[in-house]
């Protein structure tokens, strides 16, 4: 598993994806940092991590597209396919390399919390309830991204099978916006990756939303081993 996150990890900058990633995250985050920066109230600061939401479910295929459909389109996954290695930690190599790309954007923003403290002083608790609630947020959807990958040798379709899926939960948030019906709100509400964020921004350590994020990204590593598995044998 180690030599696969390596690998990965210095295949991501080697290209231009992880510096687009990187720089499209900063730029949007920076964006909330100064519109919150101009209130001055430290009470304002989860709304950095909240604006992010959507911007970060359209921003993740972009390290999710190539983890297997790029080794496919070149063959070069028959090498690790027909290696007598487990493919699970193939799989969590593939996984934690693109959850560190996107958790080092994420604690990149404690240097806003920082330059808050030269004007008020910000609530820790709740900052760390964000930053928990957005890594919990990234890792789910990294694992439904590389769960397409893995379905596909198109990078392409990859990248348009999770933005179909971003969609989806974008839209999802809506319905709430437009219906009264109790039970349409609760539904869209327990399954909203949005929706089970919302209490990170309170600085509420939420247990069954931390478990709702922690079961999306187990299941779907559990997916994207079974689709290997199935290749490895057919």
């Known amino acids: 598993m180690k030599a696969i996150y390596k690998r990965e990890l210095s295949s991501c900058f080697r290209s231009p994806t992880g510096y687009v990633f990187c720089a499209i995250y900063l730029f949007f985050s920076a964006m909330y940092f100064n519109s919150v920066l101009s209130t ?55 996984f934690l390399s693109s959850l560190t790309v996107y958790v080092g954007c994420t604690l990149f923003t404690l240097i806003y919390a920082v330059v808050f403290c030269f004007f008020v002083t910000p609530s820790w608790s709740l900052i760390a ?24 040798e198109s990078q392409f379709v990859a990248a348009m099978g999770s933005f179909s899926i971003a969609t989806v939960f974008i839209i999802l948030d809506v319905i709430p916006l437009v219906t009264d ?18 209490p990170f921004t309170n600085g509420i350590l939420d247990i069954s939303s931390i478990i709702f994020f922690l079961s999306i990204t187990a299941v779907f590593i559990f997916l994207t081993v079974r689709v290997l598995e199935k290749r490895r044998w057919s």
């Open 181 to 198: 019906n109790e039970f349409i709100v609760s539904l869209v509400n327990s399954i909203s990756f949005v929706g089970r964020y919302t």
């Open 129 to 152: 309830g964000n930053i928990l609630g957005a890594i919990l947020f990234g890792a789910a959807f990294i694992a439904v991204g590389m769960f397409i990958s893995s379905m596909t």
């Open 40 to 94: 001055g109230q430290s009470s304002e600061f989860p709304q950095i991590y909240y604006g992010m939401l959507n911007i970060v479910l359209l921003m993740l295929p972009l390290l999710t597209m190539r983890l297997f459909s790029e080794e496919r389109k070149y063959k070069t996954d028959q090498v690790l396919l027909t290696s007598p290695i487990n493919i699970t930690p193939l799989v969590m190599g593939k």
